[in-house]
C-alpha cells in the first residue's frame, strides 16, 4: 500500500489560498490520491480526488505532478471554518473496495 | 444532501457489558464501513461490508465484534464484551461502488 507524508501542521491567514502538499513517491498506477478532512473529531468529510488530472470541485483544487508522486490541494479562499486535520490518502484494497488508511495528517489552523 | 446518521450520539456503557452502535447509510449505497478513533490518535479501519458480508477487516475487530444488515436500512456494530480500551469515537461510512465514501458524525462510547 502506497504511504503518504504530509507536513504535520501549517497555518493560513484567512481570506488566503492554502496550499497543503502530500508526497506519495511509491504511488502505483491505478491507486487515486484522496483527500479528506476531519472539524474538531466530527465524521471525515471528503474533499476531492485525483489520479493523473488536476481536478476542481467547489471545495477545492488538487494538482497532481506529472510523474505522481507528489500532489497539492488547494483550498483557495480559507475562512475559519476550514480549520481542520487534513488527510491526504492513496486508496487502498481491489477497485470493488473502499478501505481508506488515515495518517496523522496535517494539522491546519486559518487565522483571521 | 443524503447523508449518513449514526445512533447514539454518545453511548456510556459498563465494562463487560453489550453494546450496539447503529448506522443509517446513504439510501442507495452499497459498500458499508465501520472505523473507529481513539481520542488523540489516527482514524482506523475495522470492517468493510458489501452484499450482506464482511468483504474485510483489520485486526482490531475480533471475535468481540460483529456487524449486520438487519434490513435494508440499518448497519449496525455489536461489541459483546466491551473493554474500556473500546472507548473511542466510532465512524460509519458508506459508498457506492469504486466511489467516495461518506462518513457519519460518528457514537462516541465510553466505557466505565
Known amino acids: 500500500d502506497a504511504k503518504t507524508t504530509q507536513p504535520p501542521s501549517m497555518d493560513c491567514a484567512e481570506g488566503r489560498a492554502a496550499n497543503l502538499p502530500c508526497n506519495h513517491s511509491t504511488i502505483s498506477g491505478n491507486e487515486y490520491v484522496y483527500w479528506y478532512r476531519q472539524i474538531h473529531s466530527q465524521g471525515p468529510q471528503y474533499i476531492i480526488h485525483g489520479l493523473k488530472n488536476n481536478e476542481t470541485n467547489e471545495m477545492a483544487s488538487l494538482i497532481i505532478t506529472e510523474d505522481r508522486k507528489s500532489s497539492t490541494l488547494i483550498l483557495p479562499h480559507a475562512t475559519l471554518r476550514d480549520t481542520a486535520v487534513y488527510y491526504c490518502?492513496?486508496?487502498?484494497?481491489?477497485?470493488?473496495?473502499?478501505?481508506?488508511?488515515f495518517g496523522a495528517g496535517t494539522t491546519v489552523t486559518v487565522r483571521a | 444532501e443524503p447523508e449518513v446518521t449514526q445512533t447514539p450520539s454518545h453511548q456510556v456503557t459498563q465494562m463487560g457489558q453489550e453494546v450496539i452502535l447503529r448506522c443509517v447509510p446513504i439510501s442507495n449505497h452499497l459498500y458499508f464501513y465501520w472505523y473507529r478513533q481513539i481520542l488523540g490518535q489516527k482514524v482506523e479501519f475495522l470492517v468493510s461490508?458489501?452484499?450482506?458480508?464482511?468483504?474485510?477487516k483489520s485486526e482490531i475487530f475480533d471475535d468481540q465484534f460483529s456487524v449486520e444488515r438487519p434490513d435494508g436500512s440499518n448497519f449496525t456494530l455489536k461489541i459483546r464484551s466491551t473493554k474500556l480500551e473500546d472507548s473511542a469515537m466510532y465512524f460509519c461510512?458508506?459508498?457506492?461502488?469504486?466511489?467516495?465514501?461518506?462518513f457519519g458524525q460518528g457514537t462516541r462510547l465510553t466505557v466505565v
Open positions: 461490508f458489501y452484499n450482506n458480508e464482511i468483504s474485510e
Open positions: 461510512a458508506s459508498s457506492l461502488l469504486n466511489t467516495e465514501a461518506f
Open positions: 490518502i492513496v486508496r487502498v484494497g481491489s477497485s470493488n473496495d473502499y478501505k481508506l488508511s
